[in-house]
């Protein structure tokens, strides 16, 4: 039987924490950094080892994977002073899961094959709530050998995982999945008013639209937060804007002509005005919400999602 991989941990905010306590679940011996020392302990409680730097859990651990809020902060991590660089040993691997464009995975990644380092790009879909009980899908790019060293920790991690490409081809489908996810849910809003203002149960408006041919992930999932009212999602205003701006970079250098996107962009921007980047992204829908001067509410819907096992 083959031996186990050890991994370094960078990254454990609400994604990234998740992520990590799933491989420690499943006997992966894992080396944890972020700069939050209660997210560390959180892992270490859970049987994570703490280091003092990115650098020394790579050291120890000689393959790290990452889950970081945007390409700056990746590089920084990556080859920044105390980064990865210093500590991956040559032959050793770099899975990043944050979200990134296309151009910046490939250029980080060419920073890693000067040190000797292969880049397994990986990052993931689905929500944090899946993420949490390990069934979370992973979008892979990069060498198909790579993928299949690789795999017994994805697989801890994720229920599914798609080998897209070469390394970018999962930051192109990882960018187009979120740009769904936000024209789904300032739509899955305006749908949910027009059932509040033409007079309808909004509890039996959002169980008929999930058995109809106009549901969709985002109605399932996002819609029982808003109708709540806590928006809790854990994912913000200033993260879906980082996501539609690669995608509407794509569709500059693709030459597409989008027109949802820079409409859901825009009004994304007028959300993060209105509430702040800190917001949750679910959030937009109030927009509509102080528009009309009503709250999208109904009984019966929990505060934040849970999975099912």
Same mark, same amino acid.
């Given at each position: 039987?083959?031996?186990?991989?050890?991994?370094?941990?960078?990254?454990?905010?609400?994604? &990234?924490?998740?992520?990590?306590?799933?491989?420690?679940? @499943?006997?992966? =011996?894992?080396?944890?950094?972020?700069?939050?020392?209660?997210?560390?302990?959180?892992?270490?409680?859970?049987?994570?080892?703490?280091?003092?730097?990115?650098?020394?859990?790579?050291?120890?651990?000689? @393959? +790290?994977?990452?889950?970081?809020?945007?390409?700056?902060?990746?590089?920084?991590?990556? =080859?920044?002073?105390?980064?990865?660089?210093?500590?991956?040993? =040559?032959?050793?691997?770099?899975?990043?899961?944050?979200?990134?464009?296309?151009?910046?995975?490939?250029?980080?990644?060419? /920073?890693?094959?000067?040190?000797?380092?292969?880049?397994?790009?990986?990052? +993931?879909? &689905?929500?944090?709530?899946?993420?949490?009980?390990?069934?979370?899908?992973?979008?892979?790019?990069?060498?198909?050998?790579?993928?299949?060293?690789?795999?017994?920790?994805?697989?801890?991690?994720?229920?599914?995982?798609?080998? %897209?490409?070469?390394?970018? !081809?999962?930051?192109?489908?990882?960018? $187009?999945? @979120? %740009?769904?996810?936000?024209?789904?849910?300032? =739509?899955?809003?305006?749908?949910? %008013?027009?059932?509040?203002?033409?007079?309808?149960?909004?509890?039996?408006?959002?169980?008929?639209?999930?058995? !109809?041919?106009?549901?969709?992930?985002?109605?399932?999932?996002?819609?029982?937060?808003?109708?709540?009212?806590?928006?809790?999602?854990?994912?913000?205003?200033?993260?879906? /804007?980082?996501?539609?701006?690669?995608? /509407?970079?794509?569709?500059?250098?693709?030459?597409?002509?989008?027109?949802?996107?820079?409409?859901?962009?825009? $009004?994304?921007? +007028? &959300?993060?005005?209105?509430?702040?980047?800190?917001?949750? !992204?679910?959030?937009? +829908?109030?927009?509509?919400?102080?528009?009309?001067?009503?709250?999208?509410?109904?009984?019966?819907?929990?505060?934040?999602?849970?999975?099912?096992?």
């Amino acid at each position: 039987m083959t031996a186990r991989l050890a991994y370094a941990f960078i990254g454990l905010g609400h994604l &990234g924490g998740n992520l990590a306590a799933s491989l420690l679940r @499943n006997g992966f =011996a894992v080396t944890v950094f972020d700069c939050d020392p209660a997210a560390v302990e959180r892992l270490v409680a859970l049987g994570a080892t703490a280091a003092t730097s990115p650098a020394q859990a790579a050291a120890r651990a000689g @393959n +790290v994977i990452t889950c970081l809020p945007s390409p700056k902060v990746s590089e920084t991590v990556l =080859a920044g002073s105390g980064g990865l660089l210093e500590g991956l040993p =040559a032959g050793g691997s770099w899975i990043e899961m944050s979200t990134n464009g296309r151009d910046e995975i490939v250029r980080l990644a060419a /920073l890693a094959a000067a040190k000797g380092i292969e880049t397994l790009e990986c990052p +993931v879909t &689905g929500g944090v709530h899946l993420a949490a009980i390990g069934k979370i899908t992973a979008l892979v790019g990069g060498d198909a050998a790579l993928y299949e060293r690789h795999r017994p920790a994805i697989e801890a991690m994720c229920a599914r995982s798609f080998l %897209m490409g070469p390394l970018g !081809s999962a930051a192109v489908i990882k960018v $187009i999945t @979120n %740009m769904l996810a936000f024209i789904h849910l300032v =739509a899955a809003g305006e749908a949910l %008013m027009l059932a509040k203002q033409g007079g309808l149960d909004l509890a039996q408006a959002y169980h008929a639209i999930v058995a !109809s041919s106009g549901n969709s992930f985002v109605h399932e999932t996002e819609s029982q937060l808003i109708l709540n009212g806590s928006y809790d999602i854990g994912f913000t205003m200033d993260l879906a /804007l980082k996501d539609l701006g690669f995608a /509407l970079a794509m569709a500059r250098d693709f030459r597409v002509p989008l027109q949802l996107a820079p409409l859901v962009n825009k $009004i994304f921007e +007028v &959300g993060r005005q209105e509430y702040g980047g800190g917001a949750w !992204s679910t959030q937009i +829908v109030k927009l509509l919400e102080d528009a009309v001067g009503t709250e999208l509410r109904a009984p019966g819907f929990s505060a934040r999602l849970e999975a099912e096992l």
